[in-house]
């Protein structure tokens, strides 16, 4: 299975982003899908999650201005980031949850800048 997210880029703050991750089988239909991020020096956060119902859990410091969607018939999982900040900045990576080493990719590079 692989995990390709992308959609990110350099962004001013205040503005949006919509991330896109794209499952090579179709696990996003069994399990809980997740959003991650890991900042210069920090450790890899999970920010958003859904179920395979479509609940929805977000960290408290994206709620509100994230909003993560499933399209299970095309296997992909999306991230809607408006009001980005610079503390946003990461790389950004999807995964299910709990996350399985051997689903990580590559990530997609999320910068908030003026």
């Known amino acids: 299975v692989q995990l390709q997210a992308s959609g990110g880029g350099l962004v001013q703050p205040g503005g949006s982003l919509r991330l896109s991750c794209a499952a090579s089988?179709?696990?996003?239909?069994?399990?809980?899908v997740g959003w991650y991020r890991q900042a210069p020096g920090k450790q890899r956060e999970l920010v958003a999650r859904?179920?395979?119902?479509?609940?929805?859990n977000y960290a408290d410091s994206v709620k509100g201005r994230f909003t993560i969607s499933r399209d299970n018939a095309k296997n992909t999982v999306y991230l809607q980031m408006n009001s980005l900040k610079p503390e946003d900045t990461a790389v950004y990576y999807c995964?299910?949850?709990?996350?399985?080493?051997?689903?990580w990719g590559q990530g997609t590079q999320v910068t908030v800048s003026s």
């Open positions: 995964n299910i949850v709990p996350a399985v080493n051997e689903y």
């Open positions: 089988g179709s696990i996003f239909s069994v399990y809980i």
């Open positions: 859904i179920t395979r119902g479509g609940s929805t």
